[in-house]
């Protein structure tokens, strides 16, 4: 008989995101915000089953969007999540443009260890996923949810930057798909 899957490592992760997130909801979309987090644990779970990987993937936005802090993460989830988390998280350093913050968070990816790329491409994937989706939906009324100065052009800019930061993860369908979703939202 089959060991059971372990899980609760992983359901200490969701349940912690999801009180972090508790009546918050994804931007223009009608829905809990939780529902993001959980997407991008998807993702990262066609790559790695890793309950570290996987924990962060629902944790990656609650340092960036919520009360939590990475210390708090640290003690309650260990160095290895804290530091895949902080990885994915943008910098708050209110004196930045939207355009040097984008660079910066590019930049650190690019830099980050394998794993952290995994996570992040988690959480990419879906964003693109719901941009594609909602760009077939209102079309280029989709450009004026971001806070991009200049639009389309700086949210394509920031995509494929990212695309370049994962392009070692060139091999797998997550990354596969955000190329097709790049290419077909943004030069449809």
Do not use: C
């Amino acid at each position: 008989m089959n060991n059971p899957l372990e899980t609760g490592f992983f359901d200490k992760a969701l349940s912690f995101a999801a009180d972090a997130h508790s009546g918050t909801e994804r931007r223009g979309k009608g829905y809990p915000y939780i529902i993001h987090p959980m997407e991008a644990a998807a993702i990262v779970a066609t790559i790695t089953n890793d309950p570290e990987m996987l924990a962060a993937a629902i944790l990656h936005d609650t340092v960036e969007d919520t009360d939590v802090t990475i210390e708090q993460i640290r003690e309650r989830f260990g160095d290895r999540v804290a530091t895949l988390v902080q990885h994915e998280t943008a910098p708050l350093d209110p004196s930045l443009t939207w355009r040097q913050r984008k660079t910066v968070q590019a930049e650190q990816l690019k830099a980050a260890p394998h794993d952290s790329k995994v996570v992040a491409l988690g959480d990419k994937l879906s964003n693109m996923r719901g941009i594609a989706w909602d760009f077939r939906q209102i079309g280029d009324e989709v450009w004026k949810r971001f806070h991009a100065p200049n639009g389309k052009s700086d949210v394509e800019w920031y995509y494929r930057s990212l695309a370049d930061a994962l392009s070692e993860l060139s091999n797998t369908v997550a990354y596969q798909e955000y190329i097709r979703l790049l290419e077909e939202t943004f030069h449809p």
